[in-house]
């Protein structure tokens, strides 16, 4: 199994930042994708960003320029740097890593707890 552990949320005025951080922990065999999913008041979870454990990086059109995804694969741990952030960006952001246990089967996916993200105008 494993466990991640969010920091980093909180309250800002729109225009500033924050720095999410995840730290994966446990019986961790090969984590191939780690990245960042929000889900704001009555709508769908939605991916932010994500990064593979080689640092090819994917993000959402509405972030793309303003955020940042990396990953230190020494701590197992993967980073949001969220800058010039608005009230849209208002969200439960979840961190996610994808853990690869054999190649003839599909890569398991583990979910951190959430952390509050608002962004005020």
């Known amino acids: 199994q494993v466990q991640l552990v969010e920091s980093g949320g909180g309250l800002v005025q729109a225009g500033g930042s924050l720095r999410l951080s995840c730290a994966a922990s446990?019986?961790?065999?090969?984590?191939?994708?780690m990245g960042w999913y929000r889900q704001a008041p009555g709508k769908l979870r939605e991916l932010v960003a994500a990064?593979?454990?080689?640092?090819?990086?994917n993000y959402a059109d509405s972030v793309r320029g303003r955020f940042t995804v990396s990953r230190d694969n020494a701590k197992n741990t993967v980073y949001l740097q969220m800058n010039s952030l608005k009230p849209e960006d208002t969200a439960v952001y979840y961190c996610?890593?994808?853990?690869?246990?054999?190649?003839?089967?599909?890569?398991?996916?583990?979910w951190g707890q959430g952390t509050q993200v608002t962004v005020s105008s």
């Open positions: 990064v593979t454990s080689g640092g090819n990086t």
């Open positions: 446990g019986s961790i065999f090969n984590i191939n994708v």
């Open positions: 996610h890593a994808d853990e690869v246990r054999s190649p003839y089967s599909p890569p398991r996916r583990y």
